[in-house]
């Protein structure tokens, strides 16, 4: 008993020990992308410019192929990688003489033409800037945002090589320091505000921590709560992020980044109901739209630590706390069921199982109900101390 009380996060250490003997950790080769040069990237926009002049001047309609980014029939699993484009992919055809798809034939190009402005003098800008560039073409943000992805996954090329970034809606704070690209140095420990994540993840660099573990929280309230708690002082030497919801792309790159340099286990605290499963997921084996871009993006290593269905019981939390599971939440269930990668988490697809036949679901608050610290003061420090994560 006395040399558990003096190693209160020896389960901690031997999970990083496992999947560092796992051979987790593949940093090079198979998992990172070599860099794509400039000039690399202008060819390929030549190229398809070179494709639109050739049809023209042939009296042909120009015709852009993109990859479908929408369907689980392109995407592969690897549970080393996660989701994956498929090589063989479907296409969906962008005509310029189709009045259905004739806007967005200009909107690619006018894109296009932007990146190939920025690749060239080595300028950058953000999907903001593409969008106020010319809002009467574009019509929305959302739709610049997808276009930019759209091109990376037909150009094959991540999307922070086209020199367009976005802003991230991300938070992080805990034992993190490092440097920004332009050198500004960043402590997530000084304040107690946490710190926003940076939209140039490819560009920090001198990452110092002696963090035990990385903390996704789904929430940005129980982020709040866990900083208002002071939880990364108080329990042990860690660092919590929240992507606020369904995480963008700058916060995945960030966990991401932490699991490449710092090689420490990477818990994952959602709400015990289908959304908060589908959120895990994402950072741990990645998306269908974004799976052009899994190697960069997932980390097959994260494991989920709460709140858990099982927990829900060996808790006893209260009744009234409970909320039941509405028809859309038990076709999301079941979606997540029958994913590709449920099959080598037995331990996940029981959970998920007890919540179908229990039919009920759980946010992370509903812990305030047994006491107002209880998450941070019991719940956390227990599971973390006994290895309840799976």
Same mark, same amino acid.
């Given at each position: 008993?006395g040399?558990?009380?003096?190693?209160?996060?020896?389960?901690?250490? *031997?999970?990083?020990?496992?999947?560092?003997?796992?051979?987790?950790?593949?940093?090079?080769?198979?998992?990172?992308?070599?860099?794509?040069?400039?000039?690399?990237?202008?060819? %390929?926009?030549?190229?398809?410019?070179?494709?639109?002049?050739?049809?023209?001047?042939?009296?042909?309609?120009?015709?852009?192929?993109?990859?479908?980014?929408?369907?689980?029939?392109?995407?592969?699993?690897?549970?080393?990688?996660?989701?994956?484009?498929?090589?063989?992919?479907?296409?969906?055809?962008i %005509?310029?003489?189709?009045?259905?798809?004739?806007?967005?034939?200009?909107?690619?190009?006018?894109?296009?033409?932007?990146?190939?402005?920025?690749?060239?003098?080595?300028?950058?800008?953000?999907?903001?800037?593409i969008?106020?560039?010319?809002?009467?073409?574009?019509?929305?943000?959302?739709?610049?945002?997808s276009?930019?992805?759209?091109?990376?996954?037909?150009?094959?090329?991540?999307? %922070?090589?086209?020199?367009?970034?976005?802003?991230?809606?991300?938070?992080?704070?805990?034992?993190?320091?490092?440097?920004?690209?332009?050198?500004?140095?960043?402590?997530?420990?000084?304040?107690?505000?946490?710190?926003?994540?940076?939209?140039?993840?490819?560009?920090?660099?001198?990452?110092?921590?002696?963090?035990?573990?990385?903390?996704?929280?789904?929430?940005?309230?129980?982020?709040? *709560?866990?900083?208002d708690?002071?939880f990364?002082?108080?329990?042990?030497?860690?660092?919590?992020?929240?992507?606020?919801?369904?995480?963008?792309?700058?916060?995945?790159?960030?966990?991401?980044?932490?699991?490449?340099?710092?090689?420490?286990?990477?818990?994952?605290?959602?709400?015990?109901?289908?959304?908060?499963?589908?959120?895990?997921?994402?950072?741990?084996?990645?998306?269908?739209?974004?799976?052009?871009?899994?190697?960069?993006?997932?980390?097959?290593?994260?494991?989920?630590?709460?709140?858990?269905?099982?927990?829900l019981?060996?808790?006893?939390?209260?009744?009234?706390?409970?909320?039941?599971?509405?028809?859309?939440?038990?076709?999301?269930?079941?979606?997540?069921?029958? %994913?590709?990668?449920?099959?080598?988490?037995?331990?996940?697809?029981?959970?998920?199982?007890?919540?179908?036949?229990?039919?009920?679901?759980?946010?992370?608050?509903?812990?305030?109900?047994?006491?107002?610290?209880?998450?941070?003061?019991?719940?956390?420090?227990n599971k973390?101390?006994?290895?309840?994560?799976?």
């Amino acid at each position: 008993m006395g040399s558990r009380a003096a190693e209160p996060f020896s389960e901690i250490d *031997r999970l990083r020990a496992q999947l560092l003997n796992n051979g987790e950790v593949l940093t090079d080769g198979r998992r990172v992308e070599e860099e794509i040069s400039g000039r690399e990237i202008l060819t %390929r926009i030549e190229n398809i410019i070179l494709g639109i002049v050739t049809s023209l001047s042939k009296d042909e309609a120009p015709v852009l192929a993109l990859p479908n980014r929408s369907s689980w029939a392109n995407v592969s699993f690897d549970s080393a990688i996660g989701l994956q484009m498929s090589s063989g992919s479907s296409v969906s055809t962008i %005509r310029s003489d189709c009045p259905s798809s004739v806007t967005k034939f200009a909107q690619i190009l006018k894109i296009l033409s932007v990146i190939f402005r920025l690749v060239q003098s080595n300028s950058y800008a953000t999907k903001r800037d593409i969008y106020y560039n010319n809002t009467q073409l574009f019509g929305s943000q959302t739709t610049v945002d997808s276009i930019v992805d759209d091109i990376s996954c037909m150009l094959k090329v991540p999307r %922070r090589s086209l020199h367009v970034f976005a802003s991230s809606k991300g938070l992080i704070a805990g034992d993190l320091r490092y440097m920004e690209e332009d050198g500004t140095r960043i402590d997530c420990h000084s304040s107690s505000a946490a710190v926003a994540v940076s939209s140039n993840i490819g560009g920090i660099r001198n990452i110092v921590s002696s963090a035990k573990f990385v903390m996704i929280v789904e929430k940005d309230a129980t982020f709040q *709560r866990l900083l208002d708690d002071d939880f990364c002082t108080k329990l042990c030497p860690c660092i919590i992020i929240t992507g606020k919801g369904v995480p963008d792309v700058n916060s995945r790159l960030m966990v991401r980044k932490l699991w490449d340099t710092l090689h420490i286990p990477i818990f994952a605290l959602v709400d015990a109901d289908p959304h908060g499963i589908e959120i895990m997921c994402i950072y741990k084996y990645g998306s269908v739209a974004m799976s052009f871009e899994a190697r960069s993006l997932t980390v097959p290593s994260v494991m989920w630590l709460g709140l858990l269905p099982s927990d829900l019981q060996r808790l006893r939390v209260p009744e009234d706390a409970l909320i039941p599971l509405t028809k859309r939440d038990e076709s999301k269930l079941s979606s997540l069921l029958k %994913r590709p990668y449920l099959t080598s988490q037995p331990d996940w697809q029981k959970e998920m199982e007890l919540m179908q036949q229990t039919r009920v679901k759980a946010e992370i608050q509903s812990l305030a109900a047994m006491a107002p610290d209880f998450l941070t003061s019991i719940y956390l420090p227990n599971k973390l101390h006994y290895g309840g994560w799976v």
